[in-house]
């Protein structure tokens, strides 16, 4: 199991995406709404993986993407424009266009705990041909 950083202005949103983490057997460790609260979380909260809404309202998720590349802590944006607003120097990392599936977030997880540093958690759970742990 992982523990999961949300970074989601939109609380319905934030709310389904906490409840698929979950039903893949995964914990979300942290949710933020604002950018204050992001960068608080990105710079001490403690999870394995994030998953960061490309826009705050107005406020770009860049400060807090550089934050988690900073902690070397994974990360993948979830937009619902494309990769516009994508800070350009994180345009490599995973993207999840909105809406998305259960199984689209199950695959971007496998990628990004393969991303993940050694010590941290591996990605069994999340592996096709597993069984996942309900919540």
């Keep these: 199991m992982a523990s999961v950083f949300l970074v989601e202005d939109e609380v319905l949103i934030r709310m389904l995406v906490a409840d698929m983490v979950t039903e893949l057997g995964h914990a979300v460790a942290a949710e933020a709404g604002d950018l204050s609260s992001a960068l608080d979380h990105a710079n001490s909260a403690v999870f394995d993986m994030a998953v960061l809404d490309v826009w705050l309202g107005r406020d770009s998720i860049e400060p807090v993407a550089n934050a988690l590349a900073n902690r070397n802590i994974p990360f993948a944006f ?3 424009v494309g990769a516009e607003g994508v800070p350009e120097q994180f345009r490599e990392r995973p993207r999840l266009q909105k809406p998305f599936a259960m199984a689209q977030l199950e695959r971007c997880f ?7 540093p050694t010590n941290a ?3 069994r759970a999340c592996l096709p ?3 996942r742990p309900r919540a």
Excluded: E, H, I, Y
């Excluded at 496998?110 to 993940?116: H, M």
């Design 121 to 123: 958690v591996t990605p």
């Design 110 to 116: 496998v990628q990004l705990l393969a991303q993940a």
């Design 78 to 80: 979830a937009s619902g």
């Design 129 to 131: 041909g597993t069984s």
